[in-house]
């Protein structure tokens, strides 16, 4: 029984896989937040106590899953440093005492725009947001420092995104930190950039410039 801990720190440990299960899903239960009693009660309890959590440095893959969003007690995650892919579930709304969310150095993808209506919009306690360096699309909503309140360190840099810098952050009265360089050189970005270019291409025979003399 795990429902005790508070924090849990397995960083830099090299773990492979998926996100542990025990952190967020007791055995035998439904994939439903509630509070866990009793054999096939259809909840989710596991560390449902939690307040920090702490798995960056690590080879995690897949995606974060659906009753993540259950643990509602934290407000510290770093999953950054990872192989994590896909979109971030809806359910991650729900974790509204959440003040830190660490995600860069993975591979997250999805409009960023819906990302902000759906999720981090919600996460209104949030004091440092970092998505840089994933493979997010799209362009950054206007509203989002209108939404993010409280929020002081902002990086979304190295994306697939726009470079438009949301007009809200002339409102924002908390923001210190904003990291926001190269938001279109995300991986992905420079690698389909690359697929059309010459160093990537299946010529046969020679290049002729029209500036190119031959005897």
């Not at 259950?70 to 892919?85: E, R």
């Not at 309140?149 to 810098?165: E, L, V």
Request: glycine share 8%; proline share 2%; with cysteine.
């Amino acid at each position: 029984n795990l429902i005790n801990i508070l924090e849990l720190d397995l960083f830099s440990n090299r773990i492979e896989g998926t996100i542990p299960s025990f952190i967020y899903k007791s055995s035998g239960h439904s994939d439903s937040c509630g509070t866990g009693t009793g054999t096939g009660s259809g909840s989710v309890s596991g560390m449902r106590n939690l307040v920090k959590i702490d798995l960056h440095g690590n080879l995690l893959t897949s995606t974060i899953p659906e009753t993540f969003g259950c643990l509602s007690n934290t407000t510290f995650i770093a999953l950054h440093d990872n192989l994590l892919t896909g979109t971030l579930p809806s359910s991650l709304k729900k974790l509204s005492n959440l003040n830190v969310f660490q995600l860069h150095r993975n591979f997250f993808s999805g409009s960023i725009k819906d990302h902000f209506t759906h999720i981090f919009n919600h996460m209104t306690s949030l004091i440092l947001l970092d998505f840089s360096q994933n493979d997010f699309t799209g362009i950054l909503p206007d509203d989002v420092f209108d939404k993010l309140t409280n929020i002081q360190t902002f990086a979304a840099g190295s994306n697939c995104m726009s470079s438009r810098i949301p007009k809200s952050i002339c409102n924002s009265k908390t923001l210190r930190l904003l990291m926001i360089s190269s938001m279109e050189g995300g991986f992905k970005c420079r690698y389909d950039i690359w697929a059309h270019t010459i160093f990537q291409n299946t010529f046969n025979g020679f290049l002729i410039s029209k500036n190119y003399k031959t005897e």
